[in-house]
Protein backbone atom coordinates (compact mmCIF):
# COMPACT_ATOMS: atom_id res chain seq x y z
CA UNK A 1 0.00 0.00 0.00
CA UNK A 2 2.66 2.39 0.86
CA UNK A 3 4.00 2.09 -3.01
CA UNK A 4 1.00 2.35 -4.66
CA UNK A 5 1.01 5.83 -2.61
CA UNK A 6 4.42 6.62 -3.31
CA UNK A 7 3.63 6.09 -7.23
CA UNK A 8 0.37 8.22 -7.22
CA UNK A 9 2.58 10.92 -5.34
CA UNK A 10 5.07 10.08 -8.23
CA UNK A 11 2.59 10.65 -10.88
CA UNK A 12 1.54 13.82 -9.81
CA UNK A 13 4.85 15.47 -9.23
CA UNK A 14 5.91 14.76 -12.74
CA UNK A 15 2.42 15.89 -14.11
CA UNK A 16 3.45 19.22 -12.77
CA UNK A 17 6.65 19.17 -13.96
CA UNK A 18 5.07 18.32 -17.23
CA UNK A 19 3.05 21.23 -16.80
CA UNK A 20 5.62 22.97 -16.44
CA UNK A 21 7.12 22.17 -19.80
CA UNK A 22 4.46 22.47 -21.33
CA UNK A 23 3.60 25.98 -20.37
CA UNK A 24 7.54 26.73 -21.70
CA UNK A 25 7.41 24.80 -25.02
CA UNK A 26 3.74 25.29 -25.82
CA UNK A 27 2.78 21.17 -25.81
CA UNK A 28 3.75 18.13 -23.38
CA UNK A 29 7.05 16.40 -24.51
CA UNK A 30 6.28 13.38 -27.27
CA UNK A 31 6.42 9.51 -26.53
CA UNK A 32 9.79 9.68 -28.60
CA UNK A 33 11.05 12.64 -25.98
CA UNK A 34 9.21 11.09 -23.57
CA UNK A 35 9.98 11.84 -19.52
CA UNK A 36 13.65 12.85 -20.40
CA UNK A 37 12.72 16.18 -21.58
CA UNK A 38 12.24 17.35 -18.68
CA UNK A 39 15.64 16.76 -17.83
CA UNK A 40 17.57 17.32 -21.13
CA UNK A 41 16.26 19.67 -23.73
CA UNK A 42 14.68 17.99 -26.92
CA UNK A 43 16.44 19.50 -29.94
CA UNK A 44 13.21 20.78 -31.25
CA UNK A 45 12.05 22.77 -28.92
CA UNK A 46 13.63 26.16 -28.74
CA UNK A 47 11.69 27.61 -25.20
CA UNK A 48 12.99 25.34 -22.88
CA UNK A 49 13.65 26.35 -19.37
CA UNK A 50 14.56 23.01 -17.83
CA UNK A 51 15.98 21.29 -15.71
CA UNK A 52 12.63 20.66 -14.56
CA UNK A 53 13.51 17.78 -12.54
CA UNK A 54 17.32 18.18 -10.37
CA UNK A 55 18.32 14.63 -10.18
CA UNK A 56 16.73 13.00 -12.97
CA UNK A 57 13.97 10.90 -13.86
CA UNK A 58 12.95 9.24 -10.65
CA UNK A 59 11.81 5.67 -11.00
CA UNK A 60 8.67 4.44 -9.11
CA UNK A 61 8.56 2.27 -5.96
CA UNK A 62 9.43 -0.97 -7.79
CA UNK A 63 12.53 0.25 -9.57
CA UNK A 64 11.07 0.35 -12.87
CA UNK A 65 10.71 3.48 -15.17
CA UNK A 66 7.36 5.29 -15.49
CA UNK A 67 5.62 4.67 -18.66
CA UNK A 68 4.69 7.65 -21.04
CA UNK A 69 2.80 7.89 -24.03
CA UNK A 70 1.38 11.27 -25.89
CA UNK A 71 -0.61 11.77 -27.21
CA UNK A 72 -2.43 9.19 -24.58
CA UNK A 73 -4.36 6.26 -25.35
CA UNK A 74 -6.47 7.01 -22.36
CA UNK A 75 -6.06 10.52 -22.18
CA UNK A 76 -6.43 11.14 -25.99
CA UNK A 77 -5.68 14.66 -25.78
CA UNK A 78 -3.05 15.16 -23.37
CA UNK A 79 -0.78 11.97 -22.05
CA UNK A 80 -0.81 8.87 -20.34
CA UNK A 81 1.47 8.57 -17.44
CA UNK A 82 1.64 5.57 -15.20
CA UNK A 83 3.36 3.02 -13.28
CA UNK A 84 3.13 -1.06 -14.20
CA UNK A 85 2.66 -1.86 -10.50
CA UNK A 86 4.75 -4.42 -8.84
CA UNK A 87 4.90 -6.89 -11.48
CA UNK A 88 6.84 -4.07 -13.87
CA UNK A 89 4.17 -5.49 -16.58
CA UNK A 90 1.73 -3.24 -18.29
CA UNK A 91 -1.94 -4.12 -17.88
CA UNK A 92 -3.44 -6.37 -15.12
CA UNK A 93 -4.84 -4.36 -11.90
CA UNK A 94 -1.93 -3.64 -10.47
CA UNK A 95 -0.72 -0.59 -12.84
CA UNK A 96 -0.96 3.05 -11.25
CA UNK A 97 -1.96 5.46 -14.02
CA UNK A 98 -3.15 8.76 -14.15
CA UNK A 99 -6.46 8.04 -15.90
CA UNK A 100 -8.29 5.98 -13.60
CA UNK A 101 -10.01 7.53 -10.61
CA UNK A 102 -8.20 6.41 -7.84
Not at 30 to 54: H, M
Not at 71 to 76: L, S, T
Not at 82 to 92: L, N, T, V
Request: glycine content about 12%; overall charge negative.
Amino acid sequence: QARNTTAKTGIAILEGQLDVFETDAGRPPTTEEGLAALVEQPPNVKSWNGPYIKRGVPKDPWGNDYAYRCPGQHNVSGYDLFSMGPDGREGGNDDIDNWSPH
